[in-house]
Structures are given as C-alpha cells and as structure tokens.
Nanobody
Framework: VQLQAFGGGLVQAGGSLRLSCDASGGTFNLAVMAWFRQALGKEREFVATINRSGSVTRYADSVRGRFTISRDNAKNTVYLQMNSLQPEDTAVYYC????????????????????WGQGTLVTVSS
C-alpha cells in the first residue's frame, strides 16, 4: 500500500492541527494503521495506532488525551487530530501501515510496519 501524509504546518503552542494520510494500491481496511514521529536528531517514536475497524486505539503516554487517531475505511484515510500542541511535539510525522494482527501494548515498534508515507512536518512555536 502506498501512503501519502499531509496537513502539517506551523502552529503556536496550544493550537491544533489535523494530519491526514491517504492510502492507495492495497486493501486499506485490512491494514493496522499508525502514526510515528521523528524530531531532529532523535529516534523515530510511536505516537498512535488504530485497528482495522477503527474500534481500538492506543497512544503514547506523551500524547494521550491530546491526540486522537481515527480512520475512514470508505475514504482509505487515517487521521491524527492534534490538540494542545507543545513545542516538544515538533517533528516530522509519518503514517504507517501493517498487515500484522493488531495487538495491545504500551508502545509499538516501527519494525512492525512495512509501509510508510513520506512524512509531514509539524512545527510548534512557543
């Protein structure tokens, strides 16, 4: 599956952004989807994931309560609504897809996701 993320930009601290990721070339509703992010000079880190139907979600501790992942299988799109953004949320955000079964965990490895979008930059100013 091919993924294309967009929606990033510059926002002030406390503001909101919604990222979108369009999927094509595969069966979107069979894929577990996720968002990861990578700040300059840091490792890529898990942000949020959602199961195939959209009924179960998991979040990194750092974003829980502020970010919401959702999906629309009819539109082959996954979203990341980001509220109360802080400067430490500044990063390139990547959407990812996996055909592996969804599992619950405190965090998720990028190695579990085979397909990746190109990334969209989110910059939060203080």
């Amino acid at each position: 599956v091919q993924l294309q993320a967009f929606g990033g930009g510059l926002v002030q601290a406390g503001g909101s952004l919604r990222l979108s990721c369009d999927a094509s070339g595969g069966t979107f509703n069979l894929a577990v989807m996720a968002w990861f992010r990578q700040a300059l000079g840091k490792e890529r880190e898990f942000v949020a994931t959602i199961n195939r139907s959209g009924s179960v979600t998991r979040y990194a501790d750092s974003v829980r309560g502020r970010f919401t992942i959702s999906r629309d299988n009819a539109k082959n799109t996954v979203y990341l609504q980001m509220n109360s953004l802080q400067p430490e949320d500044t990063a390139v955000y990547y959407c990812a897809a996996s055909r592996r079964p969804f599992y619950t965990a405190s965090t998720y490895s990028a190695d579990d996701f085979a397909s990746w979008g190109q990334g969209t930059l989110v910059t939060v100013s203080s």
